[in-house]
């Protein structure tokens, strides 16, 4: 499987845009970029995916680059209830084959 | 709140011990997958059901199996129970004909002693 490559942590001030960076320079062609978060004692909770036009929701923003090889996820907004531990994902695209590999993520502190 | 439930929400098991987790899906999905989360580390991918049948599984042994019933809940079984198999355990659950998006639940903290 495709890796994945986060910095551990990053720290933000609240109401102040985060970038969230994430490197997969072996991604392949079908393979879709995921982001999911997961806040303290709770599960994993999906955030966005996108293939390779950047994406947007109520949530947050994906920036794909042009080679695909890096994306970072965009807070426009950090609020204290972003902080959480924010995995980026490759997960190719095949029908009913829709596990997660996750890798260590990385940690979002957001200060007040 | 995804709407996915799992029980026990804690549970302390002895080595050698078996165990069975379940996972309720939320309404509509017929996929569930299990996941183990050790402390500090990103969830793994145990195994997925679909349909009832196992639709793929991830780097555990036999002693961790599962089954899908016909309303789409889950179980997760753990024979001979290790030290090592402390961890939280993660059911989620998805429309295999999308998969885009998984629902994942609190899990189940489980302690091997």
């Known amino acids: 499987d495709a890796k994945t490559t986060q910095p551990n942590s990053m720290e933000s001030n609240e109401e102040e845009p985060v970038h969230l960076p994430c490197n997969h320079s072996t991604i392949s062609g079908t393979d879709y970029i995921h982001w999911y978060r997961q806040l303290p004692s709770q599960g994993p909770e999906y955030v966005i995916h996108?293939?390779?036009s950047n994406v947007n929701n109520r949530m947050a923003s994906l920036a794909i680059a042009e080679d695909r090889k890096s994306s970072t996820l965009i807070l426009h907004r950090a609020t204290l209830r972003d902080a959480a531990v924010y995995y980026c994902i490759l997960r190719p695209h095949q029908t009913g084959a829709n596990n997660l590999f996750f890798g260590t993520g990385t940690r979002l502190t957001v200060i007040p | 709140e995804t709407g996915v439930t799992q029980s026990p929400t804690h549970l302390i098991k002895t080595r050698g011990q078996q165990v069975t987790l379940r996972c309720s899906s939320q309404?509509?999905?017929?996929?569930v997958s299990w996941y183990q989360q050790a402390l500090g580390q990103g969830p793994q991918f145990i195994f997925q059901y679909y349909r009832e049948e196992e639709n793929g599984r991830g780097n555990f042994p036999p002693r961790f199996s599962g089954l899908q019933f016909p309303n789409y809940s889950s179980e997760l079984n753990v024979n001979a129970l290790e030290l090592d198999d402390s961890a939280l355990y993660l059911c989620?659950?998805?429309?295999?004909?999308?998969?885009?998006?998984?629902?994942f639940g609190p899990g189940t903290r489980l302690t091997v002693t």
């Open positions: 989620a659950s998805s429309r295999a004909s999308t998969g885009y998006e998984q629902y």
């Open positions: 309404s509509g999905h017929n996929t």
């Open positions: 996108g293939l390779t």
